[in-house]
């Protein structure tokens, strides 16, 4: 379980995008929300992006992810703590995490198979299939303002970016965009992650005749509305949260033919991969 210093360094901005929250105005310092602990018109809840802290102007109280967590939850600090780390995907920071389209920070040093000790034991962990991974995803070496390199899973969009995943980091170098994958099929099947996506090839234990649709990010939800209208069946394999299920709505709602919620399939689970991680 993660101890408080190591809790402290997730993203705070990134964990409430995750959770359904989304900035009502944001910069590159500052990020303003509804609050989340009551009903309100006005964003009165203000991030700091720099610092990785909160306040609430609404209720005069702020501090770290950990302080929010334990007043959303209404918990101790020990459950804080327990939600943090059970949270499958794990949003630490890194020096300028945030990549902005204005000019780039960070320098991608090195992209190649994934070979790496430590990344291997990672998607193992996940029980992802790592040929799976290795088809669809790369091992990238970055850096942040000329200081020291980093290195995790590349997983390229269709923006030529990466939505970069290690033990300890989750974030895009480059725009952010979804990924399209075609295989030439009157069947779409659309993930929020590619963790999901190869997730979901490992349960099967194939890639079937799909084309398939990653979202990278359920902020771009909207961008896939223009891509289904053609399909014959478009199915979603989003999250069990307010951000699955609106981005379930979404599509569902604009999809012209046949339309299959496939969370059914895990419906005691977070996410795909949660559900694959109690397969014995």
């Not at 059970?86 to 949003?91: A, G, I, L, Q, V």
């Amino acid at each position: 379980m993660l101890n408080c210093e190591n809790a402290k360094k997730i993203h705070l901005l990134l964990y409430l995008e995750k959770n359904g929250f989304k900035a009502k105005k944001k910069d590159e310092n500052i990020a303003w929300f509804i609050s989340p602990f009551r009903s309100e018109h006005t964003p009165s809840f203000k991030l700091n992006l720099i610092n990785n802290v909160w306040y609430d102007f609404g209720e005069g109280i702020g501090g770290t992810i950990i302080d929010f967590v334990m007043k959303y939850n209404n918990c101790s600090i020990k459950e804080a703590l327990r939600i943090l780390s059970s949270d499958t995907f794990s949003f630490h920071q890194q020096p300028k995490t945030i990549v902005t389209n204005k000019e780039p920070n960070y320098e991608i040093t090195k992209v190649g198979k994934i070979e790496h000790p430590n990344l291997i034991s990672y998607i193992q962990q996940r029980r992802l299939n790592l040929e799976h991974v290795k088809k669809f995803c790369f091992q990238v070496h970055y850096r942040f303002n000329n200081n020291s390199e980093y290195y995790g899973i590349g997983f390229l969009n269709d923006s030529g970016g990466f939505d970069i995943r290690n033990k300890y980091f989750k974030g895009c170098l480059g725009n952010k965009n979804i990924t399209t994958i075609n295989n030439n099929s009157d069947v779409v099947s659309i993930f929020e992650s590619w963790s999901d996506f190869i997730a979901y090839l490992t349960y099967l234990n194939k890639i079937p005749e799909e084309n398939f649709i990653i979202l990278n990010s359920t902020a771009l939800v909207n961008k896939v509305v223009e891509l289904i209208s053609d399909f014959k069946l478009v199915k979603t394999f989003f999250d069990f949260d307010n951000s699955g299920n609106n981005s379930s709505t979404i599509i569902s709602r604009n999809c012209k033919n046949e339309f299959e919620d496939c969370r059914y399939l895990y419906k005691n689970y977070k996410d795909f991969n949660d559900f694959l991680l109690s397969l014995k």
